[in-house]
């Protein structure tokens, strides 16, 4: 049995008359999950932090970075990611 609980923020910054029609939009995620005592290695509080850009309707970029640190350190010490993406709409 566990449970987890996130928080998304995230801002579009205001640069329609600088470089429209893209688009920038950071944001920041807090997320915590806990299980039973049986897995402690699991139970994580994790940072994300990452930036949305939408050069046009149809495409966006994004680069993300993490953080996760575990509640017990079975796993060798903090998690830590780099991601990209690209997503296309058509």
Known sequence: ????????????LPLDKLIDPVKISPYFMYELNRYDDTRQFMNLTTYIGGLNVKPSPYVTIKLEAGLGIPQEDYLGGNLKSIAAQ????F
């Open 86 to 89: 690209l997503a296309v709409s």
């Open 1 to 12: 049995l566990g449970w987890g609980v996130y928080g998304l923020i995230s801002y579009e």
